[in-house]
């Protein structure tokens, strides 16, 4: 069985900075596409980046393109999103979401494994 952890989510003002971290264990993830997804208070859940397995290749939405950046450590077995120049509107759950089985890494159906989430509130 799969776990993926997330922590660092937290309050912060607008402009400010957070990093993300999923953790997984039960199985080693390095093969597998891995993405983090959010949902703001009432709206669905929607995709914000993913990485490949070798971490060479990366995907972004663009409402957080230039600000956002995914990376990943194999040897943790970790997954990180550096937030930066956030704004109000990222306010949300994030989600990491792991072992992607198709070729569209931006749909929710894709990932097999998925974290419970953590609360990422940005201030004005």
């Known amino acids: 069985q799969v776990q993926l952890v997330e922590s660092g989510g937290g309050l912060v003002q607008a402009g400010g900075s957070l990093r993300l971290s999923c953790a997984a264990s039960?199985?080693?993830?390095?093969?597998?596409?891995m993405a983090w997804f959010r949902r703001a208070p009432g709206k669905e859940r929607e995709f914000v980046v993913a990485i490949s397995g070798s971490g060479g290749n990366s995907y972004y939405a663009d409402s957080v393109k230039g600000r956002f950046t995914i990376s990943r450590d194999n040897a943790k077995n970790t997954v990180y999103l550096q937030m930066n120049s956030l704004k109000r509107e990222d306010t949300a759950v994030y989600y990491c979401?792991?072992?992607?089985?198709?070729?569209?890494?931006?749909?929710?159906?894709?990932?097999?494994?998925w974290g419970q989430g953590t609360q990422v509130t940005v201030s004005s």
């Open positions: 039960g199985r080693i993830l390095s093969n597998y596409t």
């Open positions: 979401a792991s072992r992607c089985l198709t070729a569209d890494w931006s749909s929710e159906k894709s990932y097999t494994y």
